[in-house]
């Protein structure tokens, strides 16, 4: 999930069989993005939130 937040803009989840979009998230941290970046309050609430849609999709 960090490796998603760090180098996607959008990350979209999907439901097990039949695969569906359960959540499609923007990643709107600004880029360049740094090693330093992934200590920041936004980068752990969007990898806390697309942990939340994997575990409900």
Request: charged fraction near 20%; hydrophobic fraction near 55%.
């Amino acid at each position: 999930i960090p490796e998603a937040v760090f180098l996607a803009d959008r990350v979209v989840v999907l439901t097990a069989r039949p695969g569906r979009v359960a959540a499609s998230i923007a990643v709107g941290l600004a880029r360049p993005r740094t090693v330093a970046s992934r200590a920041s309050a936004d980068f752990g609430a969007l990898a806390l939130r697309i942990h939340e849609a994997l575990t409900r999709g």
